[in-house]
């Protein structure tokens, strides 16, 4: 993957973003998403964030060699505190990390979301951590989509501001995805549902402790909601 040959995956988050956006790419890694971004002519300019050493300077690498300098501001530090008001920012792409650790990236940057209109974020597991702070947020869901690359399942959630109530199932598989049933959708939950299944057969031969008993009902739960969604 490069930035001229980006990933499905990356593909997919870049298809979210709309043209002439000024995007801040947190967790930018080689910067290939907002270099991308720039040659495919979707932005004229954008910030990629990077707070580990080696990433960040493999981002200025990239920016450098591919001649984006004066587009592409690769910028050390941690989540959006590399974002300044005078940047304008409309849009911002976190990909690639949990959801958990987005869902932190966002609540630890708070501050500076007030100008932003679009969060385009691709959690590579538990996107309910996502949608559980959206909601606390008070950011709504206007778009979500799944796929599948190299055997593994992606999920990229769009928010923008605005109220949203979701159900227990809806946190947890996604209210578009949900609606749309895609085949992608169903193999990422059929899979889910054989290895809780697993989990609680292992867990029915264990000596019953509270530790279990809660383990086992939330399993339940979970394999209850899930199949009521497929
Ligand atoms: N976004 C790229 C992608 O989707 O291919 C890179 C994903 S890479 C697995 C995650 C990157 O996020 C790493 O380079 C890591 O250093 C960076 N990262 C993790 N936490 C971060 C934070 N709080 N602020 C900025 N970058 C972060």
């Known amino acids: 993957m490069n930035a001229k040959n980006l990933s499905e995956r990356l593909k997919t988050v870049a298809s979210f973003v709309e043209k002439n956006t000024i995007l801040a790419d947190i967790g930018s890694d080689h910067a290939y998403l907002p270099c991308y971004l720039v040659h495919t002519g979707i932005i004229t300019q954008g910030i990629a964030g990077e707070v580990v050493k080696g990433p960040f300077e493999s981002a200025l690498k990239q920016v450098r060699s591919e001649g984006l300098e004066k587009q592409i501001d690769v910028r050390f530090g941690n989540g959006l505190e590399v974002i300044e008001k005078t940047d304008n920012v409309q849009t911002i792409t976190i990909a690639g990390m949990g959801g958990p650790l987005i869902a932190s990236i966002l609540e630890a940057g708070k501050d500076k979301l007030d100008t932003i209109e679009t969060l385009i974020l691709q959690p590579n597991i538990h996107a309910k951590a996502i949608r559980e702070w959206a909601m606390k947020e008070n950011w709504k869901i206007v778009n979500e989509t799944i796929l599948e690359e190299h055997d593994k399942i992606y999920e990229v ?18 209210p578009f995805l949900m609606k749309e049933k895609s085949s992608v959708f169903q193999k990422k939950w059929s899979n889910e549902l054989s290895e809780w299944q697993r989990i609680m057969d292992q867990l029915n031969k264990t000596v019953e402790s509270k530790d279990v008993q809660q383990k086992k009902e939330e399993l339940e739960r979970k394999i209850a909601l899930v199949k009521e969604s497929l």
């Open 157 to 174: 959630v769009v928010l923008q501001k605005g109220l949203m109530e979701l159900t227990e199932a809806e946190l947890l598989v996604g």
